[in-house]
Each structure stands twice: as C-alpha cells, then as structure tokens.
C-alpha cells in the first residue's frame, strides 16, 4: 500500500465542513496554546539573539514576526515564529510519536494564511492536516527513530508543516504527494545529541522544522517533484523511516484510520517549561508543596523515582554554567525550582535564576532513580514518585501517574488562557484579550490578518 500517497490524498481533501467539532476546538486549543509560548519564548536571551540575528541580516518583508512588532520574509519569520514556540519547552505533544507538532505546524499555517489572505476556517483545516502529517511518521518509528538520534520535532514536523502549507495554498493531491517528497529531502536531521548536550541551537529545530515546509510546498506548487513512496521508501530502501529508524517502522500507523480518528485529539498541553518527562515529578513537587509550606533550607534530601526513559533522559544532574535547555531536561533542576519558586515557568529559565548558586545546591539535593514498578505502568501511563525527606524526620510522598495535560486529565479551555495570560504578562491585556477571543472564534474570521496584529 502506498501510505504516502493515502496520507497526501487526506490532506489535500480535508475541508473545515468535515471536521468534528470536537476536532476543531482542538485545533483552536492548539493555536491558543501556541500563542502562550510564543509569549513565553521572549524572555529568553537566546531567542532574543536568534531575532536580533534574522532581523540583521534580513531588510524587510511582508510576513508577520509573532508578538515582536516586525515582519520580515516568509522563511524567516516562519523560523522565528517556530522558534518563539519551542524554545521555553512548554509546547504541545504527541505521546505517541514524542514529537511535538504544534511548534513547526502552526507557524507554517499562519504564515502561508498571512500570505495568501485566507480566513480562519482554512486555518483550521490546515492545522489539522498538518498534525496528522507530522503525527503519524512519528508514531510509525516511535521511539525508534528518536533512539535512533534524530528529534521528531524537527524532521516530522517538516510533513506536519508542508502538509499545512500545501492545504492553504489548496495543492491537489498529486501535487500534495510531491510536496511531502520534497520535505522529505528538505527536513532537518534534528540531531538528538543537541538536545542532549543541552547546546541551545535545539531551540530551533521546529523553526527550521517551519520554514523547510514552506519551501517544500511552494517547490511542488512549481512542479518539483518528490518521491511519491517518501515514507515507506522502494526497494532501494532509502524511505524516511527506513533511514532514520533502527527497526522497521509500524508503516500502518502511517495511513490507517485517517478521518476515523484524527490524532490532534491525543495532544497533550503543558502546564510546565520542561520536557514533558519531568512533568509527574513537578506536578508531585508542586501539589506537596501547595498542601504545606516546605523551605529549601529544611529539605534533606528529594528522592524522585520514574521509568526508565525518563531516569535516561532527564535524571542528569544540573551544574554550574548548564544551559536552559540542560535545565528543561533535568529532573533535579526543576523540581528543586519549582520548589523553590512555587511554580516552573519561563522565569525559571532565565540566566539570572539558573546561575542563582543557592538553586545549584539544592538541587544537588535531588536524587532520580529508575523503578521498576513505576516502569512496567510505562508507556500507558508516565509516572513519577516524588519522596522529600525532611530535616526534622519526616518524609513527604505523592506520585503522579498521569501528568496535567494529558487528554485523560486535560488543561481546560480556562487552563490555556490562563497560560496565555500568565506568559503574556508585561503585555496589553486588553489586546491579549482581543486575541485569545479571536482564536476561540477562528472560523468567523475571513482574513487573519486581524488576529496577526493582534499578537
């Protein structure tokens, strides 16, 4: 079966008409969430960095730059705007591909809607099409292809943003196949050990994820072609999942069930700036900590018990002079913040709070060890035991086994705005106000140039 072709005929036919309306609110949800990160995003000196650097090298252009008052081309403002909504860690994701789609498709969707002037309605659809095209290569090599060394953020996102791009732009099938040929050939490697080495050019992965799609879709629309087998790959076994995965891919995943069960309805939303591994063991810190006060200087030692990919992931130990990204990734970082500080959000991230030596040394306090038991409830559920031992003899315990977010314990409607709110601080309220109402009425819009100046 050819899984690419199927995939390509979805989503160049997907109309707003047809979408669930629990799949459209969904999609709004995303976007809303979307723009909380993008707000987020600027309190880093990194991301302000990657801005002033596009922003010297590049004269003007007619594409909005989300929440910093210029535009520029349409790559790059698709690049910044991916960037704004991955760098604070705090973006949407797929459990079951360990991507996070939101962050590459969104940006490639609003951009092209900028351009071609099309309304919310279309937006929606795009969305939408998008997530199942980043979603579904994901799950189909899931974890394989991250084990493999390569971030599905980025490479996966690619299809999700192509896919989004060629919706808006109303590419007909053939031409929607050609397009995620040629993202297959234009994708990011998106390698791992960036993000593992904690060096901040991973902020950009759904960025160059964006812009990558961009120009994958406008290339098919001028008759580039690409491999119509992208995915599976022919029998010279050089398709995307061959190559980027250690095991053969679940290839059905690809195809099966498209416009049954549309995988946006699996996304999860954070209520933390931290990879989404950590997520059990903040919520446990925080809900201790809300039911009685715990100052730093009484805690003897935090021991903080998770599965085995977790423990792997985000168990290193936070030092002196580590990155923000090293911060998103440990467990001992932000449980010892969110301690501390009584929340986990952009501020945490901060150079100023992550070189606070005090913080340093207690989080040297926190211990992260594989447990067996919490192991075997993974991948269903993502568990985490949080133990604070206490100076004076006593000994806190609270496990989570299914973070905030997750779609079987949800962020409300309320939670997002709360989160685009709260990271939007120092902003217009009144404007924020204006945009969180546009967005929960997107389909009423005929042109989203209103809501673009509104962010």
């Known amino acids: 079966m050819n899984h690419t072709r199927s995939l390509a005929a979805f989503c160049a036919n997907l109309s707003y008409d047809q979408l669930p309306k629990e799949v459209i609110d969904k999609a709004k949800l995303c976007i809303l969430d979307y723009i909380a990160n993008i707000y987020g995003s600027l309190e880093l000196d990194a991301v302000r960095q990657v801005i002033d650097h596009v922003r010297s090298v590049n004269a003007g252009g007619s594409s909005t730059v989300l929440g910093c008052g210029f535009k520029t081309d349409i790559h790059h403002a698709a690049f910044l705007n991916g960037t704004l909504a991955e760098a604070i860690e705090a973006q949407d994701g797929y459990r079951f591909g360990g991507n996070h789609p939101g962050a590459a498709v969104i940006p490639a ?17 795009a969305v939408v099409a998008g997530y199942e095209a980043a979603n579904r290569p994901a799950a189909a ?108 891919p679940k290839s059905d995943k690809l195809s099966d069930g498209l416009g049954e069960h549309y995988s946006i309805m699996d996304i999860y939303f954070k209520p933390y700036t931290a990879c989404r591994h950590t997520h059990g063991a903040i919520q446990a810190t925080l809900e201790l900590a809300s039911e009685q006060k715990i100052p730093p200087n009484e805690v003897a030692n935090i021991y903080v018990y998770t599965y085995g990919i977790a423990a792997l992931a985000v168990g290193k130990p936070f030092a002196e002079k580590d990155s923000f990204v090293n911060a998103q990734f440990s467990i001992p970082y932000v449980v010892a913040a969110a301690l501390a ?115």
């Open 109 to 125: 969707a609003l951009a092209a809607a900028e351009a071609r002037q099309v309304g919310g309605k279309e937006v929606i659809a």
């Open 141 to 248: 090599m899931h974890p394989w292809h991250s084990l493999s060394g390569f971030l599905p953020t980025g490479t996966c996102g690619t299809f999700g943003a192509v896919a989004a791009c060629a919706r808006i732009h109303q590419l007909n099938e053939d031409k929607m196949t050609n397009a995620l040929g040629n993202a297959g050939y234009l994708a990011p490697i998106s390698m791992a050990e960036q993000l593992m080495g904690g060096f901040t050019i991973k902020i950009v992965q759904a960025g160059q994820a964006a812009s990558a799609g961009i120009m994958a879709a406008g290339l098919a629309g001028c008759g580039l072609t690409g491999a119509p087998w992208v995915f599976e790959g022919s029998a010279l076994k050089g398709g995307f999942t061959q190559i980027t995965s250690r095991v053969d």
């Open 341 to 455: 500080d009584g929340q986990l959000g952009p501020g945490q991230l901060t150079e100023k709070r992550l070189s606070d030596p005090d913080l340093i040394a207690f989080a040297r306090k926190i211990s992260v060890s594989n447990d067996d038991l919490l192991n075997g409830l993974y991948p269903d559920k993502t568990p985490s035991r949080v133990e604070i031992a206490l100076k004076d003899g006593r000994k806190l315990i609270r496990q989570i086994d299914i973070p905030k977010g997750d779609p079987r314990d949800p962020m409300t409607e309320a939670d997002i705005i709360q989160k685009v709110k709260t990271y939007g601080a120092g902003r217009d309220a009144g404007t924020i106000s204006d945009a969180i109402e546009m967005i929960l009425n997107l389909e009423a819009l005929d042109h989203v140039a209103p809501l673009i100046r509104k962010i």
